[in-house]
């Protein structure tokens, strides 16, 4: 494949593997992480490319070296249009020293704030492929999660080979909106089937403009998102504070897997009302409630990778 090199400059401060790696996220076979370094697929407007991202700074002088490779050559508009995304779908363009100064003495925040200086809150995939996962964490276990959807990357994804890597990459959603429920049926994904057909079908047909979504205010933008097929609260939460980066937006219903998780974390107690967790969290945060999140819940998952957590390792059935 052929390839080019740009430098992306993120805003400090910026912490890349707390960043690019979230461990909490199940494992699909698109993306591939080892500490200062990660490759990713990203199909953008229907081409694929490889990504390589490598940390070339630091905390408070960050510097990333970006290396596109692609079959059909890379051009300064094609780089120019994945940083763009990149950017969006990473946030290096953020500052949230505010944040950090804010919460450095919070009791719930402090530690998380200090090991994980800089990190923002990641979504890797467009609004589409964070509908099928969406659609395939429902009610299911991680292990059940992962199983469908390298059924549904075996079935109808492609694979790019670069940089000495072999990864994944998403198919087009016309693709899936011309597959029938039976043959989506016949990859496991039982009941999922027809909303991942519909999903497909919406975006195929053009019923949601990604880009003019990220410009709407937090109010249209979940009546949008809601009016797609299988999407309830608990899907609308992922996509309004993750993809969407709306860090005001935080919300329990329908999540009790995050709850049970903060319960233990926050209270120490098996489980705690999500009504008193929200309250907790406003009161607190304020407009930051959804990044606060963010940082207590991805750095216990830093620390378990380090060292286990035996009541977490039962949570996480992988």
């Not at 219903?253 to 926050?266: C, F, G, H, N, Y």
């Not at 406003?282 to 999140?293: P, V």
Request: with cysteine; hydrophobic share 40%; net charge positive.
């Amino acid at each position: 494949m052929k390839s080019a090199q740009t430098v992306i400059r993120p805003v400090s401060p910026f912490n890349f593997d707390a960043t690019v790696y979230v461990p909490h996220y199940f494992p699909t076979p698109d993306f591939e992480w080892q500490p200062s370094v990660a490759w990713q697929t990203m199909n953008l407007g229907e081409k694929l490319f490889g990504l390589k991202m490598e940390s070339m700074g630091s905390i408070e002088n960050p510097k990333i070296r970006l290396t596109v490779y692609s079959g059909n050559g890379v051009s300064a508009r094609v780089i120019e249009s994945i940083v763009e995304e990149l950017n969006w779908r990473y946030g290096f363009n953020e500052d949230i020293s505010e944040f950090h100064n804010e919460f450095a003495h919070d009791k719930y925040l402090k530690a998380s704030s200090r090991r994980l200086k800089g990190m923002r809150v990641n979504c890797a995939n467009s609004l589409y492929e964070l509908m099928i996962i969406s659609i395939v964490l429902q009610n299911a276990t991680v292990r059940r999660t992962v199983q469908m959807m390298s059924n549904l990357f075996n079935a109808y994804g492609s694979k790019l080979k670069f940089n000495g890597k072999e990864l994944s990459a998403y198919w087009n959603p016309e693709d899936l909106a011309t597959a029938s429920e039976d043959e989506l049926r016949a990859l496991k994904v039982g009941y999922r089937a027809k909303m991942i057909k519909r999903v497909s079908e919406a975006f195929a047909h053009g019923e949601i403009d990604e880009l003019k979504l990220r410009k709407m205010n937090t109010e249209d933008a979940k009546e949008e998102l809601m009016k797609l097929y299988g999407v309830g609260p608990a899907t609308a939460q992922i996509i309004l504070g993750g993809y969407l980066r709306r860090y005001d937006t935080f919300d329990l219903k329908a999540r009790p897997w995050e709850q049970k998780i903060l319960s233990r974390v926050m209270y120490g107690k098996k489980l705690v009302s999500a009504d008193k967790i929200v309250e907790e969290f406003n009161k607190r945060y304020g407009r930051w409630r959804g990044m606060a999140f963010h940082y207590i819940f991805t750095d216990l998952f830093w620390r378990h990778r380090k060292r286990k957590i035996p009541w977490l390792e039962k949570e996480i059935r992988l």
